[in-house]
């Protein structure tokens, strides 16, 4: 199957500092990328979608202000987390879908970014 | 995007078969069931989609009936690698990919 790449695979950082995450997709073109969040034992959520070339829509309740997205190009997506806090700390996954699916819903998850904010 | 309903977890020995099943009562006439796997700090994994009556593959089953309003999954002769958490997700491909995890199912694997 395709794959998907994070970078880095954790990070921790200070208070009030920003981190960046980044998701490519290694062995195809991605129109769309997602990003969710995971808290311990609890399921994914999903935090914004990642088109390329145009502005992310978010959840609702996700700050965009917050969480930078940017998609510049088909194979890379970022995930800005601004001004970090504590309650940010989260396992973040990213996931693509390839630039011309077949009838198939299936995304490609990315193994996931551990944030760590002290 | 339909809600679904799984049982929070379940317990299983080597080498039985596991089947999940999952309900999603208002399931549209586009949307398809697909099923995720996920191991501790790592990101899903896709096992298997279908839209009626019986899809298989190397890993699982999936077995839908005729009214689509749930969906088992089946797991056979698992092993203690299987030990993870199970997602049904069900969504319209053609409406922008978007996917709603519930809670999943997590499924343990003793020897």
């Known amino acids: 199957g395709a794959v998907v790449s994070q970078h880095p695979s954790r990070v921790i950082c200070k208070s009030g500092t920003s981190v960046k995450i980044e998701c490519r997709s290694l062995?195809?073109?991605?129109?769309?990328m997602f990003w969710y969040r995971q808290f311990p034992k609890q399921s994914l959520m999903l935090m914004a979608t990642?088109?390329?070339?145009?502005?992310?829509?978010?959840e609702q309740g996700v700050e965009k202000d917050k969480f930078l997205i940017n998609h510049a190009s088909l194979t890379l997506s970022t995930l800005t987390v601004t001004s970090a806090h504590p309650e940010d700390s989260s396992f973040y996954i990213c996931?693509?879908?390839?630039?011309?699916?077949?009838?198939?819903?299936?995304?490609?998850f990315g193994p996931g970014t551990r944030l760590t904010v002290l | 995007l339909a809600k679904t309903t799984q049982p929070i977890s379940m317990d299983s020995y080597e080498g039985q078969e596991v089947n999940i099943t999952c309900s999603h009562n208002n399931i549209a006439t586009n949307d398809y069931i697909t099923w995720y796997q996920q191991f501790p700090s790592q990101g899903p994994r896709f096992i298997i989609q279908?839209?009626?009556t019986k899809v298989t593959n190397e890993v699982a089953s999936l077995f839908i009936p005729a009214d689509r309003k749930s969906s088992t999954l089946s797991l056979p002769r698992v092993s203690l690698s299987d030990t993870a958490v199970y997602y049904c997700l069900v969504g319209d491909p053609a409406a922008g990919n978007k996917l709603t995890f519930g809670g999943g199912t997590r499924v343990l694997v003793k020897p």
């Open positions: 062995d195809f073109q991605a129109t769309t």
């Open positions: 279908g839209y009626k």
């Open positions: 996931s693509a879908r390839e630039r011309a699916p077949g009838s198939y819903n299936e995304q490609f």
């Open positions: 990642s088109n390329e070339g145009s502005k992310a829509t978010y």
